[in-house]
C-alpha cells in the first residue's frame, strides 16, 4: 500500500469565480475536466504541485515541465467547451496522430468536446499527462504516450 505522495495545488482564488459564472450544464463539465487534470498531476511521477490559475482569463493548469494547459466554454459557441494547448508546441499534433478518432481539434491548439459528448476518459488523461510533462517528454515521437 503506498501512500499518496505529498502533492500541492496552488489555486487563484479567482479561478472559482470563473467556475461560478459557467451556466450550469457547462459548469458540470469544466468541473469534470478540472477534476481529471487534478487526478492525472496527481498521478504523476516528479509532478508535486500544480498550479491553478487564469491566463486570458481561462482557467490553466501549470506544472514544473509541463506546457500550460487552458479550458473554457464560450457563449459564442455554446456546444462545446474546449481544451488548450500551447500552439507552438507539439502536443495537438501529436495528439491528433494518437487519438485522430477519438477527438475533435481545433487547429493546433485545442481539443474540442460537444456538449452531449461522452468523454474518454483514458484517452485524454494521456493527452493531460504529456501536457504536463512536455518538457520532459518532448523529444519522444509520439510524447511518452
Same mark, same amino acid.
Given at each position: ?22 451556466? %450550469? +450544464?457547462?459548469?458540470?463539465?469544466? !468541473? &469534470? ?5 487534478? %487526478? ?10 500544480? %498550479?491553478?490559475?487564469?491566463? =486570458?482569463?481561462?482557467? $490553466?493548469?501549470?506544472?514544473?515541465? &509541463? $506546457?500550460?494547459?487552458?479550458?473554457? =466554454? ?14 507552438? $508546441?507539439?502536443?495537438?499534433?501529436? /495528439? ?6 477519438? /477527438?475533435?481539434? +481545433? &487547429?493546433?491548439?485545442?481539443? !474540442?468536446? #460537444?456538449?452531449?459528448? #461522452? ?6 488523461? %494521456? ?11 518532448? #523529444? ?6
Amino acid at each position: 500500500f503506498e501512500k499518496m505522495k505529498n502533492f500541492e495545488l496552488k489555486t487563484n482564488p479567482e479561478v472559482e469565480l470563473v467556475f461560478a459564472n459557467y451556466p %450550469e +450544464e457547462v459548469r458540470k463539465k469544466m !468541473i &469534470g475536466l478540472r477534476e481529471l487534470i487534478l %487526478e492525472t498531476a496527481k498521478e504523476l511521477e516528479g509532478v508535486t504541485s500544480l %498550479e491553478e490559475t487564469l491566463k =486570458w482569463g481561462e482557467p $490553466s493548469y501549470l506544472t514544473k515541465h &509541463g $506546457s500550460t494547459l487552458r479550458m473554457d =466554454w464560450k457563449a459564442k459557441t455554446p456546444n462545446q467547451y474546449a481544451m488548450y494547448f500551447k500552439c507552438t $508546441s507539439r502536443l495537438v499534433e501529436t /495528439f491528433r496522430v494518437v487519438f485522430e478518432n477519438t /477527438f475533435g481539434f +481545433e &487547429g493546433n491548439r485545442a481539443i !474540442i468536446f #460537444q456538449m452531449d459528448d #461522452q468523454i474518454p476518459k483514458n484517452e485524454l488523461k %494521456e493527452c493531460i499527462k504529456a501536457t504536463l510533462t512536455y518538457h520532459k517528454v518532448k #523529444q519522444l515521437p509520439t510524447l511518452g504516450i
